[in-house]
């Protein structure tokens, strides 16, 4: 097969590349490892940033987004007793949009065979080749056949684990992590939500998140120590403790029910750098990870491949190379933000294992200082509804 830009992982970065680039006329095949349903089974953050739901708008896909997802205008950050609210309409003039990223996934599948997106799912041992030249192509073995996809670029779209950044040599490659010593336990349950808004909370017990997919289902998380299993967590002990860190308020009015679906996710912060390495170009988790305090992970993979699909529609319609020589650093500019963001309120928010009494009153006396102060929180809401591409 040739094509223009073969780009590998068809998760929200995937597609919505692939999307962008045919919409200009460009040629492009996705090749994704695992099958549609197994994509569409993974439970990930939910808060999208105005420059994800523009992409949506641009592609005219956001219908269904519009129609089912919940604009927010503020949420919360609790510290054990009272409720902060962050007024991010107020604040910046823009609102994040509650919509699942299993959702937004699926309208982008669907709307692949009428858009002429190509996927070919369940490719097996996909490989990158001649990365460094102007005439890259990817092998994968697709119902036990061998196949080749010749293509000018390769837009590594495969996740934290895919096989894209690891065909950059360690001789130009940068790696810059930070691992916390805790996860996020959470459960998906068909509740109403405790609060029509999103609560962070910070408890001497630890963190806690409550959110939702809907207005019929709730999304919570608490933080864990690493090494505690699901199993050590029946639904009951999971919203008894819920309630004591979420604070009083919110525990009011927190329905409980059984659990549809409850995992426990590490927290990272990691970045790689170059972006680009000769026709090869990383976008999303295979780039960056976030920890999820703050949702930055999907509407980092969205605003990488803004910039990508604009460098590679100007290489294809224009023949001017400079945006794709230029994608990393521009991309990366803008990545190091949020993992600084996100790194912020993970710390703000999370009990270490380390801190002491006197780290427990500086994120008490920063949490106080929030609440009083204007310019405090109008930093944490630019943030929040995401910086300008
Ligand atoms: N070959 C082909 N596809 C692969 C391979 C491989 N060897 N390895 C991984 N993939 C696919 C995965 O199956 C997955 O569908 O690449 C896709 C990567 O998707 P995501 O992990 O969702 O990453 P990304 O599209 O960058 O999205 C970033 O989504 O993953 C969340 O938390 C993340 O919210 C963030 C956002
Ligand atoms: C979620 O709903 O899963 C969610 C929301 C906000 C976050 C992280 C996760 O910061």
Redesign the pocket.
């Known amino acids: 097969m040739k094509t223009q830009v073969a780009v590998?992982?068809?998760?929200?970065?995937?597609l919505l590349l692939a999307h962008l680039l045919r919409a200009e006329g460009v040629e492009v095949i996705v090749?994704?490892?695992?099958s549609a349903d197994h994509?569409l089974g993974r439970i990930?953050?939910g808060v999208l940033e105005r420059t994800t739901t523009d992409l949506m708008d641009r592609l005219g896909l956001g219908a269904r987004m519009h129609a089912e997802g919940l604009p927010h205008d503020g949420f919360h950050l609790a510290d054990g007793e009272r409720l902060i609210r962050i007024d991010i309409a107020k604040l910046t003039g823009q609102q994040v949009m509650v919509y699942g990223?299993t959702e937004l996934t699926r309208d982008l599948m669907a709307a692949a065979p009428e858009r002429g997106v190509e996927i070919i799912y369940e490719?097996a041992d996909?490989a990158l080749h001649d990365v460094e030249g102007d005439a890259p192509y990817v092998t994968f073995v697709q119902d036990g056949q061998e196949r080749r996809i010749d293509a000018r670029f390769i837009g590594g779209?495969?996740?934290?684990?895919?096989?894209s950044r690891r065909a950059i040599p360690e001789t130009v490659a940068r790696h810059f992590e930070r691992v916390y010593p805790f996860g996020w336990l959470g459960i998906l349950a068909d509740v109403p939500p405790c609060n029509h808004e999103l609560i962070y909370a910070n408890h001497a017990r630890g963190f806690a998140l409550a959110s939702m997919r809907s207005p019929t289902r709730s999304r919570y998380y608490v933080q864990v120590p690493l090494d505690e299993r699901v199993e050590d967590w029946p639904d009951e002990r999971l919203w008894d403790e819920l309630a004591i860190r979420l604070g009083p308020e919110a525990a009011a009015h927190m329905v409980r029910g059984p659990a549809i679906e409850k995992s426990i996710a590490p927290l990272r912060s990691y970045v790689f750098e170059p972006m680009r390495h000769g026709s090869l170009l990383l976008?999303?988790?295979?780039a960056h990870i976030v920890p999820p305090t703050g949702a930055k992970?999907?509407n980092l993979?969205a605003s990488d491949v803004a910039y990508l699909s604009d460098a590679l529609i100007r290489f294809f319609m224009a023949g001017d190379g400079d945006g794709v020589a230029g994608y990393s650093d521009k991309a990366l500019a803008r990545v190091w933000k949020a993992e600084r963001f996100s790194w912020q309120l993970t710390r703000l928010m999370h009990r270490f294992p380390e801190n002491d009494a006197f780290d427990r009153r500086m994120q008490l006396a920063d949490l106080d200082y929030i609440a009083s102060s204007v310019a405090a929180q109008t930093t944490i809401a630019e943030n929040y509804v995401g910086l300008p591409l």
Request: net charge negative.
């Open positions: 590998i992982g068809a998760g929200p970065a995937g090749v994704e490892r695992s994509v990930r953050a990223q490719a996909v779209c495969d996740g934290f684990h895919g096989p976008a999303g988790d295979s992970g999907l993979a």
